[in-house]
């Protein structure tokens, strides 16, 4: 096991990114920059050939604001959020919206915005990078954040998620990864998907949740087998199965025979297919993106994403190689 760290960039005000890469001896690597505690790349082995698993860029700048959001941190909250004030312990507060009258993946307060501090620690079966940020912002209180990034020798990777507030407010993070097996600009329409979900999450124009959980029998949500993505395209929530026997998702490129079986402890999955280069119509990328249900503070039977003040929740998400 080793780590390598290495500067990756320096942003507007000259803060300095570094990009910490995690290597086990299958030489599986994995690498998260401290912008945005994203996840940059990875990098698996397989029948001899090196294969990167993610949609990445090899610039900081196009990771600065670019809309994708692409392999960012999303936080306090991520998804949408149907209402922009809230009131918690007898305090009000109000976020401002981003999207339409809506808030998108915590609009100006996100974790995606800024530069975490990081430290590393491993041992002779893991090696793990853990960033850490107090946030300042419109939700109430002083949060403070960890995002740590596992890699063992099973090639496992393991995201978790810690927060902590002086004040309640609402947490549900998640990681805004793309994936393209095949290469990060090749058609990824026949890559195969799989979803341990029967219902998936009814929403409006506006893509905001109704609080409708629709049964996915006979609907291109019906993916309780492997099925091509084909021409189907997808910005929506997946209810998870509470009794699942194996994992929340799996995603297979025939082409490359590599295939990933994720698993988390939240309810919900997010699916989003599209290009985030923007050069053509052409799908290259699907986010898979694994949280509560989105606008759950807004919907009692979506689960639970309120805070309590001084109280820390942890949350966490693994890919498997299969």
Do not use: C
Not at 61 to 83: A, C, E, M
Not at 127 to 136: G, N, Y
């Amino acid at each position: 096991m080793q780590v390598k760290e290495q500067v990756f960039g320096h942003l507007p005000d000259g803060q300095e990114v570094t990009a910490y890469t995690l290597v086990n001896d299958n030489q599986t690597a994995v690498t998260a920059l401290t912008y945005g505690a994203t996840w940059q790349s990875f990098r698996v082995i397989k029948a001899g050939q090196s294969h990167e698993l993610l949609v990445n860029f090899d610039q900081l700048s196009d990771y600065v604001g670019q809309p994708f959001h692409v392999g960012h941190t999303i936080g306090p909250v991520g998804g949408r959020l149907s209402q922009v004030a809230y009131q918690f312990d007898g305090e009000a507060f109000k976020l401002t919206p981003n999207d339409g009258p809506n808030i998108l993946h915590s609009g100006i307060n996100g974790f995606d915005r800024v530069n975490w501090q990081a430290s590393v620690t491993q041992d002779a079966h893991q090696v793990a990078v853990h960033f850490t940020h107090t946030f300042v912002t419109e939700f109430p209180g002083e949060l403070r954040a960890e995002v740590t990034y596992t890699l063992d020798e099973a090639d496992r990777v393991t995201i978790t998620f810690s927060g902590q507030s002086t004040a309640t407010t609402l947490f549900n993070p998640m990681t805004h990864v793309y994936f393209n097996f095949d290469g990060r600009q090749q058609d990824a329409s026949q890559h195969e998907l799989q979803i341990a979900a029967r219902e998936h999450v009814a929403v409006d124009d506006a893509k905001i949740p109704t609080g409708t959980l629709v049964e996915n029998t006979g609907t291109k949500f019906d993916l309780e087998t492997l099925k091509p993505i084909g021409d189907a395209r997808f910005d929506d929530a997946w209810h998870l199965a509470d009794n699942r026997q194996g994992p929340a998702v799996i995603l297979r490129s025939p082409k490359t025979g590599v295939a990933l079986a994720i698993d988390s402890d939240r309810n919900g999955v997010v699916v989003f297919t599209t290009n985030p280069a923007m050069d053509s119509d052409q799908m290259t990328a699907v986010a898979i993106e694994m949280q509560t249900l989105p606008d759950a503070v807004n919907h009692p039977d979506f689960g639970d994403i309120v805070l309590p003040a001084n109280v820390k929740k942890t949350y966490q998400v693994t890919y498997d190689l299969i």
